[in-house]
């Protein structure tokens, strides 16, 4: 689960992480409103969506100005202008792809003395199973960009469970940073803090880009993201609230609330799977057959008849979904819950574009029979290779 910038920098500063003072606005009205509170005489207007790049990004609507989602304003009124031309307008940056966000919310900022920009931070590293720390003297970049450029300048090392953080990781990020007397006492604070927040929260990844050393020669966290995992919110109710549902996929959001497993993908066919490792060579057999699969769906090994049913719409709810194919091996699942599923599924939303069951494991032949005596147009296919060789031709033969 991601969250915005503002909450983020509201946790950090719960934790006693340094961050500058910001007030979140709905509207013209209450950026005003935060602009005089914050007293300037320098404020950052930040659009508030859940993706990088905002400062770089681009608005869709020419009403929204040329300078992107970051803004610098020297007057409550230009904080005010600003708001009004980000709010309402859709934001495209690298990271959202060409549709782009919506702007619903705005943070103001006090604007900071920057003398240098810094990189830190924290996620799980799966082939250890540890909380690792990434850090660079290249901040305000892309990391991926400084990896594939300049990996010499990026520190990366994992934190052993059993001793959990020490002062030295963070004397070890000092050093590797550049920092210089105090700065150094308060990079081990800050790390510290850092990994206390990360634990607590059950977080999958906090980034500090930029972390800024300011005109004080204090550090400072200027921009934050921070996602959490999402299986550990029943824990994190107080984060639970946190979540804006309108920067997520719809589709995604429909398959959470039924416990399906769904992301949304770029291609044409649609897949309906029981089973993470079944789904993907799915997926991968659709590409060797010359398609591109439109999501992953993994309906799970326990899954209901209405649960399938759901499925099944989400899936027909995409418009780039030119064909469906349900790849469906019963162990726990039984085949015959899933035709009764698909036929429930179609009849009440119908089905407008090619669609290839295979069927195998328990309760296979009821699970047949179910379909063929469905009236159903199904095209049946007898093997994976078999089914997924149906469904691209079926959908080329419609192009």
Same mark, same amino acid.
């Given at each position: ?16 992480? !340094? @961050? *500058?003072?910001? /007030?979140?606005?709905?509207?013209? =009205? ?6 005089? +509170? $914050? ?58 792809? !060409? @549709? *782009?966000?919506? /702007?619903?919310?705005?943070?103001? =900022? ?6 240098? +920009? $810094? ?281």
């Amino acid at each position: 689960m991601n969250i915005h910038e503002y909450q983020a920098k509201a946790l950090l500063r719960e934790f006693g992480a !340094p @961050v *500058g003072r910001g /007030v979140v606005a709905f509207n013209a =009205e209450e950026a005003w409103k935060a602009a005089e +509170e $914050l007293g300037g005489p320098l404020w950052v207007v930040k659009s508030q969506i859940h993706a990088g790049g905002r400062g770089k990004g681009k608005f869709k609507e020419a009403a929204a100005g040329e300078k992107g989602g970051v803004r610098l304003a020297k007057s409550v009124e230009e904080v005010a202008e600003f708001a009004t031309q980000m709010l309402g307008n859709t934001l495209v940056t690298h990271q959202t792809g !060409p @549709v *782009g966000k919506q /702007v619903n919310r705005v943070y103001i =900022e006090d604007g900071s003395d920057i003398k240098n +920009e $810094l990189y830190m931070s924290l996620l799980v590293d799966r082939a250890t199973s540890r909380i690792s720390y990434v850090v660079s003297t290249e901040g305000g970049m892309d990391i991926e960009e400084v990896a594939a450029s300049t990996p010499e300048k990026i520190l990366s090392f994992s934190v052993d469970p059993a001793s959990g953080i020490q002062p030295f990781h963070g004397r070890k990020i000092a050093f590797a940073l550049g920092l210089q007397g105090a700065q150094i006492k308060q990079c081990v604070k800050l790390v510290d803090t850092l990994y206390r927040l990360f634990i607590e929260k059950d977080c999958d990844m906090v980034e500090i880009n930029p972390l800024i050393i300011d005109g004080e020669d204090n550090l400072k966290c200027l921009d934050c993201k921070m996602s959490f995992d999402g299986n550990a919110m029943y824990r994190h109710p107080e984060l639970a609230d946190l979540r804006d549902e309108t920067e997520e996929d719809a589709k995604e959001l429909a398959a959470s609330k039924y416990d399906l497993n769904y992301i949304a993908l770029d291609g044409e066919i649609g897949c309906m799977v029981n089973g993470a490792g079944l789904a993907m060579a799915t997926m991968d057999i659709i590409k060797l057959y010359g398609s591109e699969p439109a999501n992953f769906l993994d309906v799970g090994g326990g899954a209901t008849k209405e649960k399938v049913t759901e499925a099944f719409k989400i899936i027909t709810s995409d418009d780039k979904v030119k064909g469906i194919l349900v790849n469906i091996f019963g162990g726990i699942m039984r085949c015959d819950i899933i035709a009764e599923g698909i036929i429930a599924a179609v009849k009440e939303v119908g089905l407008k574009v090619p669609l290839v069951v295979r069927l195998e494991g328990t309760n296979v032949e009821l699970g047949k029979e179910i379909i063929s005596n469905s009236g159903l147009n199904v095209i049946a296919g007898d093997n994976l290779a078999d089914a997924a060789e149906k469904i691209v031709k079926a959908v080329k033969e419609l192009a």
